[in-house]
């Protein structure tokens, strides 16, 4: 069973439950192992069509690859990394996420894959990280994917003083904050991973 990427763009937010976790596991090439029914209820896709395609299968076109190549980047170092993501669904909608990577073993200890964990971001998150990406995809579309890149990063340097990855995850919580969609202080772990292994109401 080969899935395609849906055609049709259509500008409006699938309805899902925000409070679940999605769950997903990949081989080291991105191809899916698992997915949970969090994962199916938001993509729109079925697990048995899931399995087994490419997780691109859900990378919506508003997003600029220089997002996905600092992702890949990441874990052949083998550290965990965040991004926020607007992904694709099976009728051609969108949800906006935050991901937190696992890096899974094999008995010998070579990397297997990953485990991919995503909950909702706050509307305010998006509403900042949107315009940034926008302005990404513009230069990737007109200059080229390497010149994306350079403004990425020089964008980071100058103006925000931060790696991406800490730039989401500061970002994440501060808005999150004001919505009171994070618990208590004390029950923060570093790298939020307290947050993507539960749930909440």
Do not use: C
Not at 3 to 24: A, D, F, L, Y
């Amino acid at each position: 069973m080969n899935i395609t990427t849906p055609v049709n763009i259509v500008n409006e937010e699938v309805k899902w439950n925000k409070n679940k976790t999605i769950v997903s596991k990949t081989d080291t090439f991105g191809t899916i192992l698992y997915a949970n029914d969090v994962f199916s209820e938001a993509s729109e896709f079925s697990t048995l069509e899931l399995i087994g395609e490419p997780h691109n299968i859900i990378r919506h076109p508003d997003m600029p690859k220089v997002a996905f190549k600092l992702l890949w980047e990441a874990l052949k170092r083998e550290e965990n990394f965040h991004a926020i993501v607007k992904n694709l669904t099976k009728s051609g909608k969108y949800y906006w996420v935050i991901t937190d990577f696992t890096i899974d073993r094999d008995e010998d200890g070579h990397i297997s894959g990953y485990t991919a964990r995503r909950k909702s971001v706050p509307q305010s998150v998006v509403d900042k990280i949107e315009p940034l990406y926008k302005t990404l995809l513009d230069i990737e579309k007109t200059k080229g994917e390497k010149v994306s890149e350079m403004y990425f990063h020089a964008y980071l340097n100058e103006e925000i003083g931060k790696s991406y990855d800490e730039f989401v995850v500061d970002l994440f919580e501060e808005e999150s904050k004001k919505e009171k969609k994070i618990l208590d202080k004390a029950k923060r772990i570093k790298g939020l991973q307290w947050f993507f292994f539960s749930d909440y109401e």
